[in-house]
Nanobody
Framework: QVQLVESGGGLVQAGGSLRLSCAAS????????MGWFRQAPGKEREFVSA????????YYADSVKGRFTSSGDRAKNTVYLQMNSLKPEDTAIYYC?????????????????WGQGTQVTVSS
């Protein structure tokens, strides 16, 4: 089992920044990649970003590319999502997730463990 706890959400004005953190505990050695997903009211959950532990490769949705940056500290089993130039459409609950070696980093169905989510609200 892997436990994930997100933090860092909040209310920010458009153009502002936030940094989300996701701390993992438990059988963290079994995870191959960590992902960030978000769900806005009335919408399906969508992929935001991911980072692979083995080589640090990062992946981004087109909607956040150039504004968001994923990073990780393997020693602390923590990943971060730096969000800059935030827009009202970034408002959502952001979830951290962990996956094993198989499957795509882009698809939530391939993630085995999920955090409880943290709310991000961007005001216009």
């Amino acid at each position: 089992q892997v436990q994930l706890v997100e933090s860092g959400g909040g209310l920010v004005q458009a153009g502002g920044s936030l940094r989300l953190s996701c701390a993992a505990s438990g059988r963290t050695f079994s995870s191959f990649a960590m992902g960030w997903f978000r769900q806005a009211p009335g919408k399906e959950r969508e992929f935001v970003s991911a980072i692979r532990w083995n080589d640090g490769s990062t992946y981004y949705a087109d909607s956040v590319k150039g504004r968001f940056t994923s990073s990780g500290d393997r020693a602390k089993n923590t990943v971060y999502l730096q969000m800059n130039s935030l827009k009202p459409e970034d408002t959502a609950i952001y979830y951290c997730a962990a996956k094993g070696w198989s499957g795509s980093v882009y698809l939530e169905v391939h993630y085995d463990y999920w955090g409880q989510g943290t709310q991000v609200t961007v005001s216009s």
